[in-house]
């Protein structure tokens, strides 16, 4: 039904129909395993389930930072979940993320091993293991961590929102794009404001902070992320271009961006593996 004016929502909702629109099979109304399939281990200390999505982003970003400082002990297996055929409700990942949502991470150099879930909790999970990209006096710590979780909050507005009925819906709704694309186009200039007084986010040092916001606030201003950056008039944030252009020069990043991305790096298990697929990727070419 394409007018959504005439919908009237029934006493008890019932999913008893597709949602549509694409990613639409990654959504059911109830949680837990729809199959049972164990999850792969490898050999290093850290094994991270994941996607190249703008969350998976932040998990290998966050790990290749840590590896460039000279921190060995971050050394990963990066393992592709395809959320898109329901990797995620395995009963293996299930196991370690009862959400079943991307990216989760096992740190199995204990006894016991350790799983973290949600992107904002692995990211403070290791910073604060190896002591890097997280201040640990107040208040730029205090200060890092709450534009940590204003990304955790806002996000959803910009992915859920502005991103399904722009991008992925069945069909165009003004109503929704336009709600989400006010909200969105606010949390760009809350951001374009912040940079203009200061290089980072959460200040004058690269943070947690910066890794959580870039892949999907970077992504928007360089047209990767829904492909709106002309909708959404994205040159006009010239603070937040300066800033989201400097952390894309990132070895880092532009290492952690393609981890779990189909077709060009779908498992990570050593440092040779990036090391190949960036070659490629610039044998390859602009696509």
Known sequence: MNDASAYVPPRVWVWNKPSGGKFANINRPVAGPTHEKVLPVGKQPLQLYSQGTPNGQKAAIMLEELLAAGHAGAEYDAWLIRIGEGDQFSSGFVEINPNSKIPALVDRRGVKPVRVFESGSILVYLAEKFGALLPTKQPERAECLSWLFWQVGAAPFLGGGFGHFYAYAPSKIEYAINRFAMETKRQLDVLDRRLAE?????????????????????????????????????????????????????????????????????ERHSAADIDAALAHLQAAGPA
Not at 220 to 233: D, G, K, Q, S, T
């Open 198 to 266: 200061h290089e980072y986010v959460a200040g004058d040092a690269y943070t947690i902070a910066d890794i959580a916001i870039w892949p999907w606030y970077g992504g928007v201003l360089r047209n990767e992320v829904y492909h709106a950056a002309e909708f959404l008039a994205a040159s006009e944030y010239h603070h937040l271009r300066r800033w989201s252009d400097a952390v894309a020069a990132r070895p880092a990043v532009q290492r952690g961006r393609i981890v779990n991305t189909t077709g060009v790096l779908p």
